[in-house]
């Protein structure tokens, strides 16, 4: 099973919006609705903030959303600030009946 | 408010046994299912494997054949093995709980290190 793949960096100045793609096949992405994003600061434990694709996690704020068209997921985030800057990784539920997650993406708030 | 905890030995040398465990305080554990992902130094999170109470497994092909996931109902407790541990081994591995395709409670990480 191959990782999902995502841009290695993002980045964007404080208000404005950016987009990180998430790509995987029919036999994950695609074929569910379990598709899942996760915020990661160094040092920390990954935070969950989207899940079943465009579901926010409780206490996220809403300038995080989630969708998802064919086999690309997508996690938007607007107003972007500060604290946004950090990994970002999706993760999807398989055909396999394990999971697999993305290759994660740098958000750099220039 | 569910709380996973996790402990294990942090330095290794290869070809010994990676053991970690992880508690989980408060909330349900017998209806999730629960997971051990791990990070490696400079590289994105890997998933290893998952458990549920009633020790039926699932786990990453790339790994399965060193990787066993075992669990403790009586302690609320689930454990990673990993055999013959190499450098390549090397990362911080978390605990985590599985939602209904998600994962939205982790431990605090551990670092492992294989040393040759």
């Known amino acids: 099973q191959s990782a999902l793949t995502q841009p290695a960096s993002v980045s964007g100045s404080p208000g404005q919006s950016i987009t990180i793609s998430c790509t995987g096949t029919s036999s994950d992405v695609g074929g569910y609705n379990y598709v899942s994003w996760y915020q990661h600061h160094p040092g920390k434990a990954p935070k969950l903030m989207i899940y079943d694709v465009s579901y926010r996690s409780s206490g996220v704020s809403n300038r995080f959303s989630g969708s998802k068209s064919g086999n690309t997921a997508s996690l938007t985030i607007s107003g972007l600030q500060a604290e946004d800057e950090a990994d970002y990784y999706c993760n999807s539920y398989t055909s396999s009946s394990i999971y697999v997650f993305g290759t994660g993406t740098k958000v750099t708030v220039v | 408010q569910v709380q996973l905890q996790q402990w294990g030995a942090g330095l290794l040398k290869s070809s010994e046994t990676l053991s970690l465990t992880c508690a989980v305080y408060?909330?349900?554990?017998?209806?999730?299912?629960w997971s051990w992902i791990r990070q490696p130094p400079g590289k994105g999170l890997e998933w290893i494997g998952e458990i549920n109470h009633t020790g039926y497994t699932n786990y990453n092909p790339s790994l399965k054949s060193r990787v066993t996931i075992s669990v403790d109902t009586s302690k609320n407790q689930f454990s990673l093995k990993v055999t013959s541990v190499t450098a390549a081994d090397t990362a911080v591995y978390y605990c985590a709980r599985v939602g209904s395709g998600y994962l939205n409670r982790w431990g605090q990480g551990t670092l492992v290190t294989v040393s040759s």
């Open positions: 408060g909330g349900s554990f017998s209806g999730y299912y």
